[in-house]
Antibody, heavy 120, light 108 residues
Framework: EVHLVESGGGLVQPGRSLRLSCAAS????????MHWVRQAPGKGLEWVSS????????DYADSVKGRFTISRDNAKNSLYLQMNSLRPEDTALYYC?????????????WGQGTLVTVSS | EIVLTQSPDTLSLSPGERATLSCRAS???????LAWYQHKPGQAPRLLIS???DRATGIQDRFSGSGSGTDFTLTISRLEPEDFAVYYC?????????FGQGTKVEIK
């Protein structure tokens, strides 16, 4: 059974940094692309970032480009999101999601999310 | 980048009724790369349908997808109590996926 468990969220001041982690199990991690998707309070789903199976190709939403960095450690079955220069508008529940293939953008499994609050 | 617009924003229905949710794309969706997700408060989003009409594993047949080009529909034939949730359409097919703003199906 596929499990995705996010961690690392919390309360952080504007301008500071935070690193999110996602522990994956129940599938061959390095066979699939992985994504981060967020949901701000009272808003819908927003795709944030993706990484290919080996981390060689990454992509970012314009809203986070240059501030966030996605990475993965296939030996540890783990996905990460380094978030720098955080802004209040980055406040959201951040979900880790598995791609259905090498890189399609179709997300067949999601974690429960970790909450990031950016506030002074 | 394709922009997806869902309608209505909220659908108020009773259990047993039929729900029809719309998703309109700003340009034609190629290769039928249109998916639907269900999201309940406090839970992980769940993939319902991919390639416009293919139900994901374990999804009940009361959920069906249809459409082509720029207009797509998710139909729930008879609403069960557990179907009241927010539904999102998504365009995929590259390293990123674009979501619609969501339709909330609430109990009338």
């Amino acid at each position: 059974e596929v499990h995705l468990v996010e961690s690392g969220g919390g309360l952080v001041q504007p301008g500071r940094s935070l690193r999110l982690s996602c522990a994956a199990s129940g599938f061959t991690f390095d066979d699939y692309a992985m994504h981060w998707v967020r949901q701000a309070p009272g808003k819908g789903l927003e795709w944030v970032s993706s990484t290919s199976w080996n981390g060689g190709t990454t992509d970012y939403a314009d809203s986070v480009k240059g501030r966030f960095t996605i990475s993965r450690d296939n030996a540890k079955n783990s996905l990460y999101l380094q978030m720098n220069s955080l802004r209040p508008e980055d406040t959201a529940l951040y979900y880790c999601a598995k791609d259905k293939s090498l890189t399609s953008g179709l997300l067949d499994y999601w974690g429960q999310g970790t909450l990031v609050t950016v506030s002074s | 980048e394709i922009v997806l617009t869902q309608s209505p924003d909220t659908l108020s229905l009773s259990p047993g009724e039929r729900a029809t949710l719309s998703c309109r794309a700003s340009q034609s969706v190629s290769n039928s790369h249109l998916a639907w997700y269900q999201h309940k408060p406090g839970q992980a989003p769940r993939l319902l349908i991919s390639y416009v009409l293919d139900r994901a594993t374990g999804i009940q047949d009361r959920f069906s997808g249809s459409g082509s080009g720029t207009d797509f529909t998710l139909t729930i034939s008879r609403l069960e109590p557990e179907d009241f949730a927010v539904y999102y359409c998504q365009h995929y097919g590259s390293s990123r996926g674009t979501f619609g703003q969501g339709t909330k199906v609430e109990i009338k």
